[in-house]
C-alpha cells in the first residue's frame, strides 16, 4: 500500500489536543420535539421547485467576521472556548483559536485552494490541499471550503439531484424540502415560511443520517438575517458539536493574505494528501 503521508489516525491525536488546547471545539443540539401541531400557511408553497428556489435566491453576505463560544461534546467530556472565524466568498476560511486572554493559540486557514495550520509554540506545522478529509482531519467539521462558508452562514448547499419533493411538517411549522441525489443520497430541508430560512438540513446515505445541521436563533444583520446558534453532527468522526455566535460583522473589506498563512519558521512542515492525490515516489539512489 502506497504512503499518502500522515494517517488520520496519527493526525488527528495530536490536533485534537491542539483543538482542545485552543478550545476550537463544537456541539450539536438535541432539541425535544414539540406535540403542538402547525397547520400550513394560507400562501403555502406547494411546488418543490419554487420552494429550492425560495433557498437559493437568498443574499448571503460576501464575507464575514465572527466570534463565537465553542462547545465540544464527547466521550471525554466538554470542552469549552473562544473562536475568531472569518469568511470570503466562495471559499476562504481562517479559524483561530483563543485563549482567555484572546490571544491566538491556534489557526486553521485556506484560501479554497491549500491550508495551513498550527498550534503556537508546536514543533509541526500542517499544510496541503484543502479537501474535505484534511479539513475533517483538523477541525470537526469534514467539508471542502466553500461547503463551509455558506453552512456557517446559514446557506448550506444543496446536493446535485434528479427529483424535489416538498410538504408541509405540520410537527415543525415548516416546509419538508427532500432532494434525491445520485447513488441513494438524499438531502432533507426544513425551510421556514415567508423567509427561505433553513431551520435544519440533513444528509442520509444508505438510509443513515451522516450529517445533521440545525440553525436557531436567527436575526437581522445589517441586510441579512443569520443564525447564531449552529449545532452540528456529523456521523464521520462521531462528531457532536455547537457554536454560537457572540459578534458577527459582514462584508468587511479582507485582505485575502488573512487565508494565505505561512508556517511558523522553525516548525517542521508536513503535507497532508487528499485521498485522490497520488504520492510521489521516494528518491531512488544512484547505484555505486
Not at 116 to 124: D, I, N
Not at 125 to 140: D, F, I, K, M, S
Not at 263 to 268: F, I, L
Request: charged letters at 25%; glycine letters at 10%; hydrophobic letters at 40%.
Amino acid at each position: 500500500m502506497r504512503d499518502r503521508g500522515p494517517q488520520p489516525d496519527r493526525v488527528v491525536a495530536p490536533l485534537r489536543r491542539l483543538l482542545a488546547a485552543a478550545a476550537i471545539g463544537l456541539l450539536t443540539l438535541s432539541s425535544a420535539g414539540c406535540r403542538h401541531v402547525y397547520d400550513p400557511p394560507d400562501d403555502v408553497i406547494t411546488d418543490a421547485a419554487a420552494l429550492v428556489a425560495t433557498v437559493t435566491d437568498r443574499a448571503g453576505p460576501q464575507t464575514a467576521a465572527i466570534e463565537a463560544r465553542a462547545t465540544q461534546y464527547g466521550d471525554r467530556g466538554v470542552i469549552k472556548g473562544k473562536l475568531a472565524i472569518l469568511l470570503a466568498s466562495p471559499a476562504s476560511v481562517r479559524f483561530s483559536g483563543l485563549s482567555p486572554t484572546d490571544d491566538v493559540v491556534s489557526v486553521l486557514a485556506t484560501d479554497g485552494g491549500g491550508f495551513t495550520t498550527f498550534e503556537r509554540g508546536a514543533k509541526v506545522c500542517y499544510t496541503g490541499r484543502a479537501c474535505a478529509e484534511n479539513v475533517g482531519r483538523l477541525v470537526p467539521i469534514a467539508m471542502r471550503p466553500d461547503q463551509l462558508v455558506g453552512v456557517l452562514v446559514g446557506r448550506p448547499p444543496l446536493i446535485e439531484h434528479g427529483v424535489e419533493r416538498a410538504s408541509w411538517d405540520k410537527k415543525v411549522g415548516a416546509y419538508r424540502l427532500e432532494l434525491e441525489g445520485q447513488g441513494g443520497l438524499v438531502q432533507r430541508l426544513w425551510v421556514a415560511h415567508g423567509t427561505g430560512e433553513v431551520r435544519r438540513a440533513q444528509l442520509v446515505e444508505g438510509g443513515t443520517v451522516t450529517v445533521d445541521l440545525t440553525y436557531d436563533d436567527w436575526s437581522q444583520e445589517g441586510a441579512y438575517r443569520l443564525p447564531h446558534q449552529l449545532d452540528v453532527k456529523m456521523k464521520r468522526g462521531d462528531v457532536d458539536l455547537r457554536l454560537i455566535y457572540r459578534t458577527v460583522d459582514l462584508d468587511l473589506a479582507l485582505d485575502p493574505s488573512a487565508f494565505q498563512v505561512q508556517c511558523p519558521a522553525g516548525t517542521d512542515v508536513r503535507v497532508l494528501r487528499c485521498d485522490d492525490e497520488e504520492v510521489p515516489p521516494s528518491p531512488v539512489e544512484p547505484s555505486p
